[in-house]
C-alpha cells in the first residue's frame, strides 16, 4: 500500500485496521501539515489528484476516540467474581443469563460513580440500551460525530476524567470471556447481534493522533463513509481491482468499481474444520465449539429461518455451533467425549474466539496466560 495510487480506494471496514491503512496509504499520497494556527491540513500530491479513500462498513459508523481510562486495567476487579459466576450457573440450570451479567457488570457499575446515568438506564434492558447509544450515533453525520468525540476525548485527557459509560463498556466486554462459554445459545446470538456490534465501536480507542490525519483527509475530501449494511458483497475484477455491491438507505441497488480495494475487517474468526493439525481432528482430541439451548422454542425459530448453525441432537437438545474449538477455563481442549486434554491448550485467537467475544488487546493475554500458568502449576 506504500505507494501512489492516482484514483479511488475502497476499503472494507472501519475498524483501527482501517484506520492503519488509510494512514499508510495518505502519507504515500500527500502531506500533512499543520498551520501557525494550529489547523491541521491534508494536501494531495499532485501525481494523486483522482486519489479517495472511500470506507465501507455495516453502519456507516467510525470507531469511536480515546479517552482517559480511570482504570487502564478496565476495572477487573469490579466485576463479577468466578465465585459469583458459578453460583449463578448452578442456580439458573447450568447457564449464565445475558441479562444478569449486563447487570451486575455494567449498570451496576454506575449506582455510586454516576448514579445520574444510572437513573437513566435502570430500567433499559440490554436491546434498550443498545439501541438508545446506536440510536445517539446515527442520528449525526459520521464525521460529525467523530470531531465532537474527538473535543470529548481531548477534554477527558486534559482533565483526567473517563467518560465512564464507554470505560464500563469495555470493562463488560472483557468481562464477557470468561462467561460466554457457559452462557445459553439464545443469549450467545443476542451478544453476537445486539451488545457486540456496538463494542466494536465504542472501544476501539483511536489514538487523537490518527484522529487528526482522518477529519484532515475527510476535510480535504479524500475520505469519506459509506453504510453497505448487512448483505454487501465484494467481486473481484478480471482486470484488477474490486466492484463493491450493496444497497443504499433507500433500498437501492449500488455497484461500484475500484481499481484498489482492501480488506480492513481485521482476523477473521476459523472453523473446527479449518484447524491445521488433521491428525487432532480425526483421533477425536478436539471437538467443535458449541453452545446448549435453554429454550427449545427459541431454537426451533432459528431452525425455521435457516440459521443452519442451529442443530439438534439424538437426545432432542439444540445446539449453536460457534467459531472455533471448545475449550475450557483453563484454555484446555476438550475432547469429543467432553474430557480436557493435560497436554495441550491453545491461545491461537482464530480458534478461541467462540468462547471468547473479546479476546484482542493486552488484559485479554494477561488474564488468558494467568489461567494457563495457574493449571500447569496446579
Not at 457488570?105 to 434492558?125: G, L, S, V
Not at 493522533?209 to 454487501?232: K, Q
Not at 439424538?314 to 481442549?333: M, R, W
Request: negative net charge.
Amino acid at each position: 500500500m506504500a505507494k501512489h495510487f492516482n484514483a479511488p480506494i475502497a476499503l472494507k471496514g472501519s475498524s483501527l485496521t482501517a484506520v492503519d491503512a488509510i494512514r499508510t496509504l495518505a502519507r504515500n499520497n500527500g502531506v500533512f501539515t499543520q498551520n501557525d494556527d494550529g489547523t491541521y491540513l491534508f494536501k494531495l500530491d499532485p501525481k494523486s489528484s483522482k486519489f479517495k479513500i472511500v470506507m465501507h462498513s455495516r453502519n456507516g459508523l467510525l470507531p469511536a476516540i480515546r479517552f482517559h481510562l480511570e482504570d487502564s486495567h478496565l476495572g477487573k476487579d469490579t466485576t463479577l467474581s468466578k465465585k459469583q459466576i458459578q453460583k449463578h450457573i448452578k442456580e439458573n440450570g447450568g447457564f449464565i443469563a445475558l441479562d444478569y451479567v449486563f447487570e451486575k457488570n455494567f449498570k451496576e457499575q454506575f449506582k455510586k460513580k454516576e448514579p445520574k446515568f444510572y437513573e437513566r438506564i435502570k430500567d433499559m434492558d440490554l436491546e434498550t440500551f443498545v439501541d438508545a447509544m446506536m440510536d445517539y450515533r446515527e442520528k449525526l453525520p459520521p464525521f460529525d460525530l467523530f470531531k465532537k468525540e474527538y473535543l470529548e476525548a481531548e477534554k477527558s485527557i486534559e482533565k483526567k476524567e473517563s467518560i465512564y459509560w464507554k470505560e464500563v463498556l469495555a470493562v463488560l466486554s472483557f468481562a464477557m470471556n470468561y462467561p460466554a462459554k457457559y452462557l445459553p445459545a439464545e443469549d450467545m446470538l443476542r451478544l453476537q447481534k445486539v451488545l457486540m456490534p456496538l463494542i466494536s465501536i465504542v472501544i476501539a480507542f483511536v489514538p487523537q493522533s490518527s484522529c487528526r490525519d482522518l477529519m484532515a483527509l475527510h476535510d480535504a475530501g479524500v475520505l469519506d463513509i459509506v453504510s453497505v449494511g448487512d448483505d454487501s458483497r465484494v467481486e473481484p475484477n478480471p482486470e484488477g481491482g474490486a466492484t463493491y455491491y450493496y444497497k443504499d438507505e433507500n433500498g437501492k441497488e449500488i455497484s461500484e468499481s475500484f481499481s484498489m480495494f482492501v480488506d480492513c475487517v481485521g482476523q477473521p474468526h476459523l472453523s473446527f474444520e479449518d484447524f491445521p493439525f488433521q491428525g487432532l481432528i480425526d483421533d477425536g482430541t478436539i471437538s467443535p465449539a458449541t453452545l446448549r439451548f435453554k429454550d427449545a422454542e427459541k431454537a426451533e425459530k432459528e431452525m425455521n429461518q435457516k440459521n443452519k448453525l442451529v442443530k439438534k441432537h439424538k437426545n432432542g437438545e439444540y445446539f449453536l455451533s460457534v467459531p472455533g474449538i471448545t475449550i475450557n477455563d483453563f484454555f484446555q481442549v476438550v475432547d469429543k467425549d467432553g474430557e480436557a486434554n493435560e497436554r495441550i491448550y491453545i491461545l491461537a485467537v482464530p480458534y478461541i474466539g467462540g468462547y471468547n467475544p473479546d479476546y484482542s488487546g493486552i488484559d485479554f493475554c494477561e488474564a488468558a496466560s494467568e489461567q494457563v500458568m495457574k493449571k500447569i502449576k496446579a
